[in-house]
């Protein structure tokens, strides 16, 4: 089992920058990769940054150039620097855990709680 937190939400104005972290516990952490979602306020959920076990970011369309995710595996933990935040990234940021490719027939996807962004002026 695993446990994902999120933290670091928050209201900002536009053109401000915060960082959220994702903290994972648990006896399968290291079976799994951590990767970043949001769901809009219109119910879209968006790929946010994937980070592979490599360390390797593939980041959505939306944020590239602005956001940038990280991995501390000695924390079992990944953050999500996001700059230049506009109004339109405005969403509950999620955690998501993936089990690897040997694990995943038998573990499932894991969802933090989530932690909210909220960007206005």
């Known amino acids: 089992q695993v446990q994902l937190e999120e933290s670091g939400g928050g209201s900002i104005q536009p053109g401000g920058s915060l960082t959220l972290s994702c903290t994972a516990a648990?006896?399968?952490?290291?079976?799994?990769?951590l990767d970043w979602y949001r769901r809009t306020p219109e119910g879209r959920r968006e790929l946010v940054a994937r980070?592979?076990?490599?360390?390797?970011?593939v980041y959505g369309d939306a944020v590239k150039g602005r956001f940038t995710a990280s991995r501390d595996d000695g924390k079992s933990a990944v953050y999500l620097q996001m700059n230049s935040l506009q109004p339109e990234d405005s969403a509950v940021y999620y955690c998501?855990?993936?089990?690897?490719?040997?694990?995943?027939?038998?573990?499932?996807?894991?969802w933090g709680q989530g932690t909210r962004v909220t960007v206005s002026s």
């Open positions: 648990g006896t399968d952490v290291n079976i799994y990769d």
């Open positions: 980070i592979s076990s490599g360390g390797t970011v």
């Open positions: 998501k855990g993936t089990p690897r490719s040997a694990w995943r027939a038998v573990r499932p996807d894991v």
